[in-house]
C-alpha cells in the first residue's frame, strides 16, 4: 500500500508538472489539453466503469476521442476552457463519486466513514449521514454548474476568482458547517480527528478494493 500510495503521489506530481509546463510555455499547443484533462477523464472513465456508470463513463471516453482528434488536427483548445474544464470535470466527478454511495444496495460514503470512526451508529446517526452524503453531492454538482454558467455569462476575470478564491473558501464552509450542525444535532457522535478520519478514508478504500468484503 505504501508504494502505490507513493507511486499515485510521483505520478500526480508528474501530471501538475507537465501540465504547468504545457500551460506557461507552449500554451498554443494542441496537447495542452491532453495533457491537462486526457488524465483525469481517464480515471473518471475507469472508476465510472467500475461503479457501473457505463453512460457516464462512455461520455468520459468520448470526450477524450475528442481530444486526441483537435490534438492530432492540429486545433488548440483555449487555455480559459482548459482551466474550466479542470474544475468542472473535478467537482462533477466528486459528485458522481458521492452521488453513485446513494444508490439502492450501496453503503453512503459518509456512512461508510463514519462507521469506521465510530463504530457503532444509531438509526439516526445513519440517516444524518446519507443526508450529508446526499449534501456533498448537491454541493460538488452545483460548483460544476455555477462555474460553467460564471464562464459563459461573466468576464473570465468573475470566473478565475470565483475559481481560485470562492472556490476553496466554500470548501472550507462546507466542512466547519457540516462540523458544526453534526455535533449539535447529533452530540453523541464521538468527537475525531482529521488523522482518524483519513484512516477510515484508508479502510473504506481497502473495503471496497477487496471481493470478499464487501461493505454493507
Known sequence: MQ?????????GLAYVAGSQWLMVMAPTSPWSAVALLVPMLLVACAWLWHARQRLASACAAA????????????NPVAAEKLYVAQHVIVHLCLAAWFGSS?????TPFITGLAQRVHRQLTQDMRHYTRNVTLAWTVYFAAM???SLVLFAAAPFEVWATFANLLTPIALG?????????????HPEFERVTMGDAIRAYRE???????P???LR
Do not use: C, Q, T
Not at 508504494?3 to 503521489?9: D, G, I, Q, S
Not at 470526450?63 to 492540429?74: C, E, K, P, V
Not at 464552509?173 to 444535532?185: A, H, I, Q, S, V
Open 3 to 11: 508504494a502505490r500510495h507513493a507511486l499515485a503521489a510521483v505520478a
Open 212 to 214: 470478499d468484503k464487501p
Open 173 to 185: 464552509l462546507m466542512f466547519g458547517g457540516e462540523y458544526l450542525l453534526r455535533y449539535w444535532l
Open 144 to 146: 460544476a454548474g455555477i
Open 63 to 74: 470526450a477524450i476521442a475528442a481530444l486526441l482528434f483537435l490534438a492530432l488536427a492540429g
Open 102 to 106: 446513494l444508490r439502492s444496495g450501496h
Open 204 to 210: 473504506s478504500n481497502l473495503a471496497a478494493s477487496a
